[in-house]
Each structure stands twice: as structure tokens, then as C-alpha cells.
């Protein structure tokens, strides 16, 4: 009996140990999807529907289209919907673009052939140029034609003659030409354009040419310094020697029919040992001794006509009675003293 009372009261105590039952928390209410009202607008017009989608992809997924990447939709397809909006979806079509030698089929989206490109992923770069042009309409029937184009430069290389520039060179015999400066040609560049699309050339452009090495002209020193040389053979001495066109002449054989002329320009008769040379000549020469092999020494006393073409030229007087006829190239040797001013023709 005491042992039942015992285990009574353990019972009862464990009992009054146990924490009271917790009230219990009502569910949380789940709240539905709200319903927004979508305006779409497509190339095919606009139209209007009601969702309980959470995106705009998911929107447009519920009303039976399709869209992918390459589709133009415009709030992205990402985008919440928390509130009515209006969608622009503008869905990819397929295009036949010519590019690289090939032809190739793209799904791509946009309203001009730029936006069609780009939406393709094809790229001008460069000089390329489309056909229809980037900011026309994208084609609805045909092909986008894509022309490569690039430039290359050419450079061409030419030389610029130099010039001869003559200066008198006190150290040098008369008559004698010393080359003092070589002289340099100069160097031009003639750059060319040259465009070439899809690979054929097209055009050439010359541009302006540029001087990149301007030439140095040639100094050539003529020489003026005297110096008296004996005529071979002989005990004449000669300043100056040169090849001179020889004619001849006498008082009847001056060239004009019929006539005679006995006298001459530096006032002496016409006989051998008086010889006739141009106006210029005779100017600056009258009155000097020259020495002709085969017809012996003479003085410049009379005027000639000379030839057209400048040689230098002397005419042989003679009498009528020992006329000889001269014609050709004679060595003619200007003898001692030498004028105080050489003319330039003898330098």
C-alpha cells in the first residue's frame, strides 16, 4: 500500500514538471500572383493581354511566341513584371547576307541593314560599306551585300637631276673645266593609293609627290689662269687653243654674186693671213694673232656670218690669185699676248 502511494506521487510530480502546451501559430497565408495587363507591340501591330507571369520572358512565353537572343524585345526579357507595361518585340527573321565570298543565312533582328548586322554579329570594318547602305531599310526579300575594301600605299622613287653651276677657278689652266663639287641628284617620292574591294582593285589615287632629298647642284670651275704654251713645231707661244670650223674666202668668193669685196671690217685688204669670224667674235677678238696649221699666222681683222647652229667658226682670207679651198674642223692656236679680259666664249 505505502509502496502504490509512493509511486503515485512521483507520477504527479513528473506531471507538474511538463511546460504547457504552446498556443498554436496560425498558417501563413499565401498570396496569388496579381494579374497585369501587357500592350504589346510587334511589327504586326499592337495587341493586349492580361498575366500572372513574374518576367517579361515569361509573359511572352504565356501569349505563344518564342523569343530568344536574337529577338529585339524591349523591356528585356529579364525585366519583373510589378506593374501593366508595354513590350516592343520586334522577333528575328532569317537573312541572307554575301560576305568573305559566301553566302550565309542569319537570324538577326532590327529595322535597318545596320541594325540587321549588328544584330548578326557581322561587322564593317574599316572602309567596308554595305549594299542596301546601313541606314536602309533591312530587306525584306534579297541579300545584304558586304563589300570589303582596303588600301595599300605605294611609294615610288624617282631621282631629281642636279644642275651645273660654272664659277671661275684662278688655279686652274684656261681653257681647262674642274669639276670643284660633283654635284648630287636629289631624291622625290610619288606615293599611290591603290583601293581594292572584295579583292579586285578599284582605283588609284596619285598624291602629292614629296621632295625628300632636294639635289646638289655640280660647281664646275672653269679655269682663267694663263699659263703660255709653245704651238708644236714652231717657236709661237699661245694662250688659249681650241677646234674651230674652218672656211675661206677671197675679195671675189665672199658669197654674194657678182661682187667683189676687197677690203675688211678691221679696215685691211683681203689676203692670206687675215681671217673672219662672227660679229661677237670679231668684237671682242680684233686684232689677235692666231696660228692655224697649214696656213700659218693671221690676225682676227674681218666679219663672217658663222653658222646657224653657233660651232665655232673661222674664215681663211686669201687673194683671188692663191685662193684654197678649207672645210672642216681645225686645231686654232691663239697666240702671246693674251688680252687683259678673256672673253666667256674662250674660257
Known amino acids: 500500500m505505502r509502496i502504490r502511494c509512493l509511486l503515485l506521487l512521483v507520477l504527479l510530480l513528473l506531471a507538474a514538471c511538463q511546460p504547457a502546451d504552446a498556443p498554436q501559430q496560425p498558417a501563413a497565408e499565401t498570396s496569388a500572383p496579381q494579374t497585369r495587363q501587357i500592350t504589346l507591340l510587334t511589327p504586326a501591330g499592337e495587341t493586349a493581354f492580361d498575366t500572372r507571369a513574374g ?75 554595305s549594299l542596301p547602305d546601313e541606314s536602309a531599310p533591312a530587306p525584306v526579300e534579297g541579300a545584304i551585300q558586304i563589300v570589303r575594301v582596303r588600301e595599300t600605299l605605294s611609294l615610288a622613287q624617282k631621282s631629281i637631276p642636279f644642275q651645273t653651276q660654272y664659277v671661275d677657278a684662278p688655279e686652274v689652266p684656261l681653257g681647262i673645266e674642274e669639276i670643284l663639287s660633283p654635284g648630287k641628284p636629289g631624291v622625290l617620292i610619288t606615293r599611290t593609293r591603290i583601293r581594292y574591294e572584295d579583292g579586285q582593285e578599284t582605283a588609284r589615287f596619285e598624291e602629292a609627290e614629296a621632295v625628300v632629298q632636294p639635289p646638289q647642284d655640280r660647281l664646275s670651275g672653269r679655269g682663267t689662269k694663263i699659263s703660255l704654251q709653245t704651238v708644236p713645231g714652231t717657236q709661237l707661244q699661245y694662250w688659249r687653243a681650241i677646234s674651230m670650223y674652218a672656211t675661206s674666202y677671197s675679195p671675189c668668193r665672199s658669197g654674194v654674186p657678182d661682187r667683189c669685196f676687197y677690203g675688211t671690217a678691221g679696215g685691211l685688204p683681203v689676203q692670206r693671213g687675215v681671217v673672219a669670224m662672227t660679229r661677237l667674235w670679231f668684237n671682242q677678238l680684233r686684232g689677235t694673232q692666231v696660228y692655224i696649221p697649214g696656213y700659218g699666222v693671221a690676225v682676227v681683222s674681218d666679219v663672217g656670218g658663222g653658222f646657224p647652229d653657233g660651232r665655232p667658226w673661222i674664215d681663211l682670207g686669201f687673194s683671188d690669185d692663191d685662193f684654197e679651198t678649207w672645210s672642216g674642223w681645225i686645231t686654232v692656236y691663239f697666240l702671246a699676248p693674251a688680252p687683259q679680259e678673256i672673253p666667256y666664249f674662250l674660257k
Open 55 to 129: 518576367t517579361v520572358g515569361e509573359a511572352l512565353r504565356e501569349a505563344g511566341f518564342a523569343p530568344d537572343e536574337r529577338d529585339l524585345v524591349w523591356p528585356p526579357l529579364q525585366t519583373p513584371l510589378d506593374a501593366d507595361m508595354t513590350v516592343e518585340y520586334h522577333p528575328a527573321r532569317q537573312i541572307t547576307v554575301r560576305v568573305d565570298g559566301q553566302e550565309i543565312t542569319v537570324k538577326a533582328s532590327g529595322e535597318t541593314v545596320g541594325q540587321v548586322l549588328a544584330s548578326a554579329g557581322i561587322a564593317l570594318v574599316g572602309l567596308d560599306y
